[in-house]
């Protein structure tokens, strides 16, 4: 008796073990699930992810980075809070709960200093009718954001405003993930706003 509990026992717990080291819960990153950064990115992207043909665990790690880590949003979508919205105290903003406006999201289009050729106005992130990010390669965009060469528009030689200074130290396979979640959000054009962050 006593040897078949403890048979029963033995079993009891290499099933458990098992089922967990199986389990999604763990959140590890391998083939079966996503990792907890690209998890946190699903449930912040604020808009609606197209996943064709895209690597899911990269379309997630790069919605973390924009979303959560670079603040891409502040400067490349007008206005960069949904109306009524703006998480920051007046005058600057309305005590909202800071959702992102998901209607303009990073379509660009926010002024920085006077009108060009003097200022700069941040560049339209969406894809493109060919489904290219702002229309660049994955090696244009790589080389924008870690040299600051703007590849479609060398005006000042370096993009201005733009802190590709700090993003060029991301690894390759960020600047990977960040290229994947801009190709799967939907294509879209500016709103109307007067600066950054409003
Ligand atoms: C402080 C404001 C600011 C932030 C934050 C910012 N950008 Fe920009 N970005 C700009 C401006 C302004 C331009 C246009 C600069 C110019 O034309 O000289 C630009 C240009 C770009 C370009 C070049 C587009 C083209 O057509 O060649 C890319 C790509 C880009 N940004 C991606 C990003 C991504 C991705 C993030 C977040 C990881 C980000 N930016 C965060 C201000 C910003």
């Not at 033995?10 to 590890?28: C, E, H, K, M, Q």
């Not at 200093?113 to 003097?118: K, L, S, T, Y």
Request: hydrophobic share 35%; proline share 11%; aromatic share 8%.
């Amino acid at each position: 008796m006593r040897r078949i509990q403890v048979a029963a026992a033995v079993i009891v717990l290499f099933a458990v073990v098992t089922i967990l080291s199986n389990s999604p819960l763990r959140g590890d990153n391998n083939d079966r699930t996503l990792s907890q950064k690209a998890q946190i990115g699903f449930s912040i992207s604020p808009v609606k992810l197209n996943l064709q043909d895209k690597d899911p665990e990269l379309v997630g790690l790069g919605s973390y980075i924009v979303n959560a880590q670079a603040g891409c949003n502040d400067c490349h979508t007008c206005p960069s809070y949904a109306p009524g919205h703006n998480p920051f105290p007046p005058p600057f903003g309305v005590s909202g709960n800071g959702e992102f406006n998901g209607a303009n999201y990073l379509a660009g289009g926010i002024a920085f200093g006077p009108p060009p050729p003097v200022g700069v106005v941040s560049a339209n992130l969406t894809p493109d009718s060919t489904g290219k990010p702002g229309g660049l390669t994955l090696e244009q965009f790589k080389t924008a954001l870690q040299t600051g060469h703007d590849p479609l528009d060398p005006k000042f030689g370096l993009l201005a405003v733009m802190p590709w200074p700090y993003f060029r130290h991301m690894t390759n396979r960020d600047l990977e993930a960040i290229y994947t979640f801009l190709s799967a959000i939907p294509t879209a054009a500016p709103g109307s706003c007067s600066g950054a962050g409003q």
